[in-house]
């Protein structure tokens, strides 16, 4: 047997030239195609997602949410005061309800101070609450996404919002929200004004502190030589790396949101309008109250419910959107 390091004489093997190689069509068009699948990126992320069965619940659980927040008020026919009159029919537990008015959805939680269906009223205020964070959350991740991406790649800009930041950045949040409901009624764009006015400020310090992570790379650095504005390469060349990072982002401020409100409410200083909030802070005698610790608890549950279920899907959308995931 032949040594594999050994040559082979071709005379050896009797065939001709022709039979031995055979030319090769070179097409300049084929040769710069790339024979490797086509990566689409959002495909990849929502297959990395729908991977995991749970966030299939999830996600069920979130369209069931917004459902019965959105759809469901439209058709219930909400009156707080519809049963007013009928002294004998609040503060009533679910079977009681059940018993007194026959049984209906709208009985499944009981019946509040007013004699109003618990049920109906706490997805009339998940509307509001909701609503209110995705506004907040829009605005806010809007503004300190595009401010703390040209904030982390100009060193002028990076001087002045420094400043501006020790000096805001240190109020607390919910303190400077109080202020600014106690200056104005407490209205539905009020709140979302004062959530707004500086929310944007904390987001936009954190998304600097990530573009200056990855500002100086080469290809950054060639864009710059090349005359590429600051804006333009922020935009093109930093932010699109930074999806998964603003998804996990926004996936904690939407649930803190409805956090604050709920909070604000409860202390007295929140929305007007019939919010989560509002129904917990109505409702605070029931907790105390034997036989009327349905009414309290019931939106408390649901808004926890609501909060956990959008910070789940949005960290698990948080993680499909990184492109290391999809390997």
Not at 21 to 48: L, M
Not at 71 to 97: C, I, N, Q, R, T
Not at 167 to 190: A, D, E, H, K, R
Not at 211 to 236: F, P
Request: negative net charge; contains cysteine.
């Amino acid at each position: 047997m032949n040594n594999q390091n050994e040559l082979v004489d071709l005379e050896e093997l009797g065939l001709s030239t022709e039979e031995l190689f055979a030319s090769v069509e070179h097409d300049d068009v084929e040769s710069e195609k790339i024979t490797a699948p086509r990566y689409s990126y959002w495909r990849s992320v929502f297959r990395v997602f729908f991977r995991k069965r749970i966030n299939i619940v999830i996600l069920a659980l979130l369209a069931l949410v917004i459902i019965f927040a959105y759809v469901y008020p439209m058709f219930s026919g909400y009156d707080k005061y519809e049963y007013l009159l009928d002294s004998e029919g609040k503060h009533l537990g679910p079977s009681a309800a059940i018993e007194r008015r026959g049984f209906s959805i709208h009985w499944i939680l009981g019946t509040g101070d007013s004699g109003q269906s618990t049920f109906d009223a706490i997805w009339h205020g998940s509307r509001i609450s909701i609503s209110l964070a995705l506004i907040c959350a829009l605005i806010n991740m809007t503004v300190g996404v595009i401010i703390g991406a040209v904030w982390g790649f100009s060193k002028k800009v990076d001087i002045i919002m420094t400043e501006v930041y020790n000096i805001i950045g240190n109020v607390p949040y919910i303190l400077f929200i109080s202020v600014m409901v106690l200056i104005f009624s407490p209205s539905f764009w009020t709140m979302v004004f004062a959530m707004t006015v500086t929310g944007w400020l904390s987001i936009a310090y954190f998304i600097r502190t990530q573009v200056i992570i990855i500002r100086d790379r080469e290809y950054n650095l060639a864009s710059k030589c090349l005359g590429t504005s600051t804006v333009r390469i922020a935009m093109k060349n930093i932010l699109p790396f930074m999806t998964s990072v603003i998804v996990t982002l926004a996936a904690t401020e939407i649930p803190s949101y409805i956090s604050s409100e709920v909070f604000l409410s409860y202390i007295g200083m929140g929305l007007s309008e019939m919010s989560l909030g509002k129904l917990i802070y109505e409702a605070e005698n029931a907790m105390v109250t034997p036989g009327w610790q349905f009414e309290f608890w019931s939106p408390v549950a649901i808004a926890s419910i609501i909060a956990v279920v959008l910070y789940v899907v949005g960290q698990n959308l948080g993680d499909a959107s990184d492109p290391r995931t999809h390997m």
